[in-house]
């Protein structure tokens, strides 16, 4: 990632030295922003910015990459911005921004929007920036940490986003344009990555814990990592990780599947006033682990194996559904906008009860596992 630093400002340096444009600045006239966390103060209820910003001068002397915090508040996320000029020579430059971290108390505020809005507004930002939760008392509190394999905590955050959906599968990536699409679609509840503080080897560090749930502009709730996993599968937004199977003999371990390729495919039917929504999800695996006497060349082995996959699939992602629909009665699935796309009479029919018929929806699973490479070789 320092290697990504030095690009970074050996481009702005090039980028400098070969313009001549009225607006022309140098490197020593802005304040890179790698991230940008944007809290909500209970008792004011004025905007506080926390900026992760890249300290050139430790680079220019080979001290390697570092951060620094800059912090500001304001009446508006404008004003915020502007009242950071008062502690800084430089203006922030925010082109090369890679996370917006949503404090807690702005999520469940309903001011999710007026954050997006202005980001999207601006001329440097870009729309493909990260979108993410602090589970945090604040927003600040991710951004005060170092990442154990980089000392810019957005460049370690942007990481975790990037490969979570195809190595661990809990967390889905959400970049800011597509975050505010998805609260003004029709039918289409957002959720949005979640990250706190955990202890590794006595240093704080960040993670990935799971997605928020938002109805509308707020907050309402959350799925931790497990069940964040089968969420994705019903939204066909899962790309790899592992599932863990229960072993087909009895007092072995458990089997660990891992993933190579996933689909959903969503569908309904309305008839009698009533919703139906079949998700059929097809799913490729192969055996990652497994005892060293499981015979994994015998197809009634691997049958056992694919017919458990598919149980657990099936049974865990219908679970995460009806909690949804009855603890937060949030269409985080989508079911609505599908009906929008498909045949907006009925949409319009039914979006004025949309809050009353989405806990109703009948939702049947239809899963299919099938083991491609039983990774035989590793237990020869």
């Not at 706190?196 to 928020?212: F, H, I, K, L, S």
Request: glycine content about 6%; charged content about 25%; proline content about 2%.
């Amino acid at each position: 990632m320092g290697k990504k630093i030095a690009c970074v400002v050996l481009s702005f340096a090039l980028l400098f030295s070969l313009s001549g444009c009225w607006s022309y600045h140098g490197l020593n006239e802005i304040t890179i922003v790698a991230a940008v966390g944007i809290d909500l103060d209970p008792a004011t209820q004025e905007y506080l910015l926390s900026c992760e910003v890249i300290d050139l001068t430790a680079t220019e002397q080979g001290e390697g990459t570092k951060a620094k915090l800059v912090e500001s508040r304001g009446k508006t996320v404008m004003d915020a911005v502007r009242n950071a000029k008062k502690r800084l020579l430089n203006n922030l430059y925010w082109g090369n921004n890679e996370i917006l971290v949503v404090g807690s108390e702005v999520a469940k505020s309903g001011k999710l929007d007026n954050v997006l809005v202005w980001f999207l507004s601006d001329e440097e930002c870009r729309e493909t920036v990260g979108v993410i939760v602090s589970e945090e008392k604040t927003a600040k509190d991710i951004l005060t940490l170092y990442g154990l394999d980089n000392s810019v905590i957005a460049y370690e955050i942007k990481k975790i986003l990037d490969d979570d959906q195809s190595t661990v599968g809990t967390i889905q990536s959400v970049q800011l344009y597509r975050a505010f699409s998805t609260l003004k679609s029709e039918g289409h509840s957002l959720t949005l990555p979640v990250f706190r503080n955990v202890e590794n080897d006595e240093q704080t560090v960040v993670e990935a814990d799971g997605e928020a749930v938002f109805k509308g502009n707020k907050m309402v709730g959350r799925l931790p990592p497990e069940e964040s996993r089968y969420y994705l599968f019903a939204v066909d937004g899962l790309h790899g990780g592992i599932l863990t199977v229960s072993s087909t003999e009895q007092n072995n371990p458990d089997i660990s599947l891992e993933i190579s390729k996933s689909t959903t495919k969503a569908s309904y039917s309305y008839s009698g006033g009533k919703l139906k929504v079949t998700l059929q999800i097809e799913t490729e695996a192969f055996v990652d682990e497994s005892e060293a006497d499981t015979d994994l060349l015998d197809e009634k082995t691997i049958g056992k194996i694919e017919q458990k996959a598919q149980e657990m699939i099936k049974e865990k992602t219908e679970d995460v559904i009806r909690k949804v629909q009855k603890e937060y009665n949030s269409d985080i699935f989508g079911f609505g906008e599908m009906i929008y796309k498909k045949d907006l009479t009925l949409w319009k029919q039914l979006k004025p009860q949309w809050d009353k018929i989405f806990p109703t929806i009948q939702v049947e699973v239809q899963s299919q596992v099938k083991i491609v490479n039983t990774a035989f070789l590793k237990h020869s």
